[in-house]
């Protein structure tokens, strides 16, 4: 009798704890649906929000591009100056082409070229070989020494005595004059204003053509073309430079220009 009494009493407190689990995890889902299922409403909502941009409403528009150059004498010339050399031994060849290299190196100096402004730009040694018919191309006839020496110029108006210098001096190859401005940027200002007021006159024109005015910019960039600068070639080989660099070589002018693609509202 005690123990089937402290069954039933076992069996009453049970009973009496399931209505509260119940309860309690009813109250956690809940609460578990308020916070992750709402918040993922939440999110849900803020993500399918669209995002609206000025062009996104139709606002008509209108991209030109725009030219702008300007004309300056050059101020900075560059040019090749080197020796060629053949002889019949390479210890011969390279003994007189060092000489002369020497020689025409010592001159531009004299003449006031820094020695930071004379580079070696090319170097070779060429065996020469005879194949002609009946001859035997295996038999060594000569040596060739190139020396190439890249030279900038500060002064232009000395180009022609400089050239001449150096071909008295033992130069025998000189080409590749070309003439540039060093320093563009006073020069690329005027042409970028230019090219700006260019690109808003070509926007105008076709806003008035369209039967609307041109409005703020909306968009700006800006491209470089390349330099246009006179490039004279003097010729190779010992007769041809020496003739050529007596005579007076004149710069002419170099064209610095900008491109700009502009973009403007229609109103």
Do not use: C, W
């Not at 690109?199 to 039967?211: D, M, N, P």
Request: net charge negative; hydrophobic share 45%; proline share 4%.
């Amino acid at each position: 009798m005690p123990q089937e009494r402290q069954r039933g009493m076992r069996a009453v407190r049970t009973a009496g704890r399931v209505p509260a689990i119940a309860a309690t995890l009813a109250l956690a889902g809940l609460l578990a649906t308020s916070a992750f299922g709402g918040g993922a409403a939440v999110a849900q909502e803020e993500i399918a929000t669209p995002v609206v941009s000025g062009m996104a409403l139709g606002v008509a528009t209108v991209s030109v591009s725009g030219h702008g150059s300007v004309n300056v004498p050059p101020d900075t010339a560059s040019v090749n100056i080197g020796v060629d050399v053949i002889k019949p031994t390479l210890g011969e060849a390279q003994e007189v082409a060092t000489a002369q290299a020497t020689a025409v190196i010592e001159a531009l100096e004299a003449a006031g070229i820094a020695a930071e402004d004379i580079q070696t730009e090319y170097f070779s040694v060429n065996i020469l070989r005879d194949y002609s018919e009946n001859a035997d191309p295996t038999q060594i006839t000569g040596f060739e020494i190139i020396n190439q020496l890249r030279v900038t110029v500060r002064d232009t108006d000395q180009i022609g005595e400089l050239l001449d210098a150096a071909v008295n001096a033992g130069a025998n190859s000189i080409y590749g004059v070309t003439f540039y401005v060093d320093d563009q940027t006073e020069a690329a200002s005027e042409a970028r204003v230019e090219a700006v007021a260019d690109a808003r006159t070509k926007a105008e024109e076709l806003a008035s053509a369209a039967g609307m005015t041109l409005g703020p910019v909306v968009a700006i960039s800006e491209g470089t073309t390349p330099l246009v600068s006179p490039v004279y070639d003097m010729g190779r080989g010992g007769g041809m430079a020496a003739a050529e660099a007596a005579v007076p070589v004149e710069p002419g002018s170099t064209t610095v220009a900008v491109d700009v693609t502009m973009t403007f509202e229609l109103q």
